[in-house]
């Protein structure tokens, strides 16, 4: 899983992959848990770059890299392996 570090400020997470609503977190530091397969690679998110491929069975994991962070993102076994942004 994917843990990233959040700063909360009225019921908004601030994280290195962009803001996500947390109404229910307190002001603050947290970190929230994404799981690969809730990530996808695409036009308008994070720059990254693939830098590993693991197989999965139906699915592969990408190892990816940012400027901020280290990601697994997991898509279906025949998909093409992009490298570009991360959503």
Known sequence: N????ALVRDGVAET???SFPAPH???GEARLVV???????GAGG???RVTGTRFGGA???LEVDTEE???L???PLGQPVPDGPIT
Not at 2 to 5: E, H, M, S
Not at 35 to 41: G, S
Request: proline share 14%; glycine share 10%.
């Open 2 to 5: 994917n843990v990233l570090l």
């Open 16 to 18: 290195p992959l962009g």
């Open 25 to 27: 977190l307190p002001d």
């Open 35 to 41: 799981r690969p397969e809730q990530l996808t690679m």
């Open 46 to 48: 994070v720059p990254g």
């Open 59 to 61: 699915f592969r994991e």
């Open 69 to 71: 962070t280290g990601l």
């Open 73 to 75: 993102v997991r898509v």
